[in-house]
Structures are given as structure tokens and as C-alpha cells.
């Protein structure tokens, strides 16, 4: 049951506060007097597309809110208890949405931040509008199972099976998860064996890597002759003999040779 409609700077609405009480069935009033802009606040409110026109001119957003009383919604209530959206002893429902001058919107139930989605799903549940152009219950596939399980008496039956599919629908998909999981620990298992066995035909002693990194870096570095010389050697090389120089050469370009040779693997 609505109980309450609060609106705020929405279309040319300044401040609107509406009291609904028990047996209210009518509102009425001539042309102009607001009725559409309270049916288009509670589209709103059970997750209609907001636009920026709806703000009044010259304020900075809409606030639009309603309470509900779902106390003879069971199913709705365990729905928002499942979702985190009401509490344990709580019966009202509140539904507010922000509309601001570009035309983006926040919602929020029961003053948690929530998604158009929520609020359609559980507007289809709180108010049904009938009107030009508006949508029905009737032509949605959940209210016909649910019309058709109420007429064949079979309701508790249904919500039974409902129950039952949806704890099949968890073991089902922990039973991926595990699968999923087997395969992975399979893949690292193997992965460390290879690993292992690398390890072991390699044969380390302990201090061998320590060894094996100085001598790598002694083996590769080239000697002093082959060097490049700066230029105050550069002159001292020029008046160096040509046969010492050759001699020299020679014996440097074979000791390159022999520094440049690859290590052999361990």
C-alpha cells in the first residue's frame, strides 16, 4: 500500500506532500490540476527512464520519494531482506530518486544506494498503472505463472520447486567451481614437478652459483691491448715500432678470440 508521496522541484511542481490513508481509492481533480505528474513521479520511483526536463526550470535537481506498506508482501519482503534492503522486523518500504538538471539520477531503497533494475523489479510488485501507453502486470510472464498457480490451488507447491531449483542452481555451480579449481591445481602441479626435475639434473652445490658468477665475469672480460686506447695513448702508439705493433696485435687478437668464446654449460 502507497502511504506516502513526497515531491520536490519536480516538472512545475515546487513541493508536493501526499498522506495516503487506508481506503483511498480516487484522485481526482480538473485539467491541469497535477494528476499526470503524479502518476509520472511514481513511474519514477518504480524505475521509468528520469530526463532533465522533469526538473523544475531554474532548480538544480528533482527529489522524488514514497513509502510503502509491504507488510502483505512476504515474498517481497524476503526478496529485500535477501538483497540487504530491509531489515529483519521492518514492514515500510522507502524508495526516494534524485533527478538533477543534466538529467542523471540516483536512486536509493530504503536510503542503500540501488540500481534502475531494483526498482523495476520491485515496482512490479508494489503498483500496477494502467493508462495509455503504460505497462501492465498481465503481459508479464512472471504474474501469469503466478495467476495461474493461484487458480490451480498449487501456490505452496510452486514456491516449493522455486526453492529446490535455485539450491540445484548453487550446487550446480559449485561443482564448476571445483572442477575449475581440480584442473588449475592439476596444471600447477605439473608445472612445479618440471621445475623440480630441472633442478635436481642440474645438480647444484651449495656457494656453486656464487663461483660460477665470478668466474663468468673473469672468463668475459677482455684484456687491457684490446681496449680502446684515448688519445693521449693514441700518441704514444704513434711512434711504436710497426713490427712490435704487429707483434702485439696478433697476440691481442688471439687473446680476444680465446675471451669471447662461450662458457660451457654445467
Known amino acids: 500500500m502507497l502511504m506516502a508521496l513526497s515531491l520536490r522541484d519536480f516538472v512545475i511542481v515546487e513541493q508536493l506532500n501526499l498522506d495516503f490513508q487506508n481506503g483511498f481509492t480516487v484522485l481526482t481533480g480538473e485539467t491541469g490540476a497535477g494528476k499526470s505528474i503524479t502518476l509520472d513521479a511514481l513511474g519514477l520511483l518504480l524505475g521509468d527512464k528520469a530526463d532533465y526536463s522533469q ?137 612445479l614437478e618440471w621445475q623440480f626435475n630441472e633442478l635436481t639434473q642440474l645438480k647444484l652445490q651449495a656457494g656453486e652459483w656464487e663461483t660460477s658468477a665470478i668466474t663468468t665475469t673473469a672468463w668475459r672480460m677482455p684484456p687491457n691491448c684490446c681496449k680502446q686506447p684515448n688519445k693521449s695513448a693514441k700518441k704514444s702508439m704513434a711512434t711504436t715500432a710497426f713490427s712490435a705493433k704487429s707483434t702485439n696485435a696478433k697476440n691481442c687478437s688471439a687473446t680476444c678470440k680465446t675471451s669471447n668464446r662461450a662458457l660451457p654449460r654445467a
Do not use: C, M
Not at 531554474?58 to 517481497?76: C, N
Not at 526516494?96 to 536509493?108: L, N
Not at 493508462?131 to 498481465?138: E, M, T, V
Open 55 to 191: 526538473v523544475r526550470n531554474g532548480a538544480k535537481e528533482a527529489q522524488l520519494s514514497a513509502l510503502f506498506d509491504i507488510g502483505s508482501l512476504p515474498q517481497l519482503q524476503a526478496q529485500l531482506r535477501e538483497q540487504g534492503l530491509l531489515e529483519d522486523d521492518a514492514e515500510e518500504l522507502n524508495i526516494r530518486r534524485i533527478i538533477d538538471a543534466k538529467g542523471k539520477s540516483r536512486s536509493y531503497i530504503n536510503n542503500q544506494a540501488a540500481t534502475l533494475a531494483q526498482l523495476k523489479t520491485i515496482g512490479e510488485q508494489l503498483i500496477d498503472i494502467h493508462g495509455q501507453n503504460a505497462h501492465h502486470s498481465l503481459n508479464q510472464e512472471s504474474a501469469q505463472r503466478q495467476l495461474l498457480d493461484a487458480f490451480a490451488g498449487a501456490s505452496e507447491q510452486a514456491e516449493n520447486v522455486r526453492q529446490q531449483y535455485q539450491s540445484w542452481v548453487a550446487a550446480k555451480k559449485s561443482l564448476q567451481e571445483a572442477h575449475e579449481q581440480s584442473e588449475n591445481i592439476a596444471i600447477e602441479r605439473e608445472r
